[in-house]
Structures are given as structure tokens and as C-alpha cells.
């Protein structure tokens, strides 16, 4: 049987749109960042440094605005490790292992992204407030979670949990168990396999949802508002500091401190995006495995 030749494929475009559909939808992206993102951003700074650098200084040199910096800086040193060690845990056995109520722990890994942020600080004040099922137990043996720096820990570990696990799970589950089943075939012990074998491969999507962790918990507002109690000097983070000031009518304070957090966004954004250019390039190599 004689062969058949065959015409050669053509080759398409992966999209039909004409070059000036595509640079509409390109400008039209632009335009809007440009005026949600860039040009408030833009504003914060330039408010902030409107009477000058000794003026910036001196908002955030103040003594509220230093405890402010320091207990934003504080909740976020324990809420993100302890999201990591969590998530981590989580991705693992997810990933890793059948067992019964995988999908229900899923669905409460993804909790806090569906709660609202207020309705959860509200949740840890029916159980730790003075007048909660806890309180009058926790006053009793002089125990301060509301209103105090365990609430706001509560609240901002609450509200970012999600972070590293949904970073890790997917990639995890496209890894498979392949590599650990080995690792304990040679005798490894489980724990010489998590620190050998399984962290090696997740390290960048790690460093990637603690990175969106750490943006996020500094950043958190409506949670820490309602366990904070807003007391100046004591339980006020960076954003409720910010909601005083400009409140109060100093608004050159409010974005100097504004610019200050900003500013950490940005870095955790740089930060971002140079881990995810690694921990794409380290995925696709995974995959190709």
C-alpha cells in the first residue's frame, strides 16, 4: 500500500485577534492599573513627603507610630512562621496522603479566604471577650487575649493561613510521592525524607506563599480592628494607626506612616517577584521530571 502524502499543517496564532483588538486590551489593562494602583500609590508618597524628609521622619519617629511599627513587625514574626510550620503540615498530608476528611480540611484551609476579616475578629471576641464562652474563665486566671497582642496574633494567623498550603498543595500533588516512596525504600526515616527529599522540591513555592503571608499580615485591617480595641501605644498596628491619624485630621502623619507600609509592600513585591521567576523556572524543571 502506497503511502499517502499528507499537506503540511498550518500553523495558526494561538488567538484570532487583530493586533488592534490586542493593543485595546492591552492599554485598557494599563489605563486601569494606572489609575487603581499607580496613581494612589503615587499620591501616598508624594503626600508623605510634601513638607519634606524631617517631616516624614519625625511621623514616623513618633512614639505611637514606633509601637505601631513594632507590633506590626511583632504579629507578623509569629503569625508567619507559625503559617508556615501549619501550611506545610497541611500541604503535606494532603498532598502526600489518603485518609478520611481530606476534603474537609480543604474546605476549611479555604475558610478565611471566604469569611470576612471583620466577621472572624468577631468570632475570637464571642470567644475570648470578656462576656465570651472563654471569658470569664480567662479573667479569672488573668488571661488577656481581646484587646491584647494574643488577639491580634489570633486574628492575623486567622486571616492568612490559607497563604502557604494553597501555594503548596498543587505542587506537591504534581510531584506526587514517587521520590519519598524511594527515599524510604533506601531506609530513610520520615523525617530525613520530609528535610531531604520533600523540602528541596517546594522550597521556592515555600519562600512564595510565605512572602504573600508576610504582605498580607502586615497589611491586615477589619480582623485586627475589632480584637485590638484600638488602645494607642499598646495594640494599634500600622493600618489602625493610620485610620487614627487621618481621622484626627494629620493627614501628613497618616501618609508618612502610609508610605512606610507601602513601602514594605513593595519590597515584599519585589521580593515576590524574583521568587517567582525562580519557582517558575524550578516547576517547569519538576514537571520535565
Known amino acids: 500500500m502506497s503511502d499517502i502524502a499528507l499537506p503540511p499543517l498550518a500553523i495558526h496564532s494561538a488567538t484570532t485577534e487583530s493586533s488592534g483588538a490586542r493593543w485595546a486590551l492591552i492599554g485598557t489593562a494599563i489605563l486601569f492599573l494606572l489609575a487603581v494602583l499607580f496613581l494612589p500609590l503615587a499620591i501616598v508618597f508624594l503626600e508623605a513627603f510634601r513638607h519634606g524628609a524631617s517631616a516624614f521622619l519625625a511621623a514616623i ?49 479555604d475558610l478565611p479566604f471566604s469569611v470576612s476579616p471583620v466577621i472572624a475578629g468577631l468570632i475570637y471576641v464571642l470567644l475570648f471577650g470578656a462576656q465570651g464562652w472563654l471569658g470569664p474563665w480567662l479573667k479569672a486566671h488573668d488571661i488577656e ?31 506526587g510521592t514517587a521520590e519519598e516512596e ?26 512564595y506563599g510565605v512572602l504573600l ?32 491619624l487621618y481621622n484626627e485630621f494629620n493627614i501628613s502623619a ?3 506612616v502610609a508610605a512606610l507600609l507601602a513601602a514594605l509592600a513593595l519590597l ?22
Open 268 to 289: 515584599t513585591l519585589i521580593l515576590k517577584t524574583i521568587l517567582e521567576w525562580r519557582y517558575g523556572a524550578a516547576l517547569a524543571a519538576s514537571r520535565r521530571h
Open 254 to 256: 497618616a501618609f508618612a
Open 213 to 244: 503571608c508576610n504582605a498580607r499580615a502586615m497589611g491586615e485591617f477589619g480582623a485586627v480592628s475589632v480584637v485590638s480595641g484600638h488602645i494607642r501605644g499598646l495594640t494599634n498596628t500600622m493600618p489602625l494607626h493610620i485610620e487614627i
Open 61 to 109: 519617629s513618633e512614639p505611637d507610630a514606633l509601637s505601631a511599627i513594632r507590633l506590626t513587625l511583632l504579629v507578623a514574626t509569629i503569625a508567619v512562621p507559625l503559617n508556615a510550620v501549619i501550611g506545610v503540615a497541611a500541604a503535606w498530608a494532603i498532598a502526600k496522603f489518603n485518609f478520611t476528611g481530606k476534603s474537609l480540611l480543604l474546605t476549611l484551609i
Open 182 to 207: 524511594a527515599a524510604l525504600t533506601l531506609g530513610a526515616g520520615g523525617w530525613y525524607t520530609f528535610f531531604h527529599v520533600t523540602l528541596p522540591n517546594i522550597k521556592w513555592a515555600l519562600l
Open 145 to 175: 487575649i481581646i484587646f491584647a497582642v494574643p488577639g491580634i496574633v489570633l486574628a492575623t494567623v486567622f486571616v492568612t493561613f490559607p497563604f502557604v498550603a494553597r501555594e503548596l498543595i498543587p505542587l506537591m500533588q504534581a510531584q
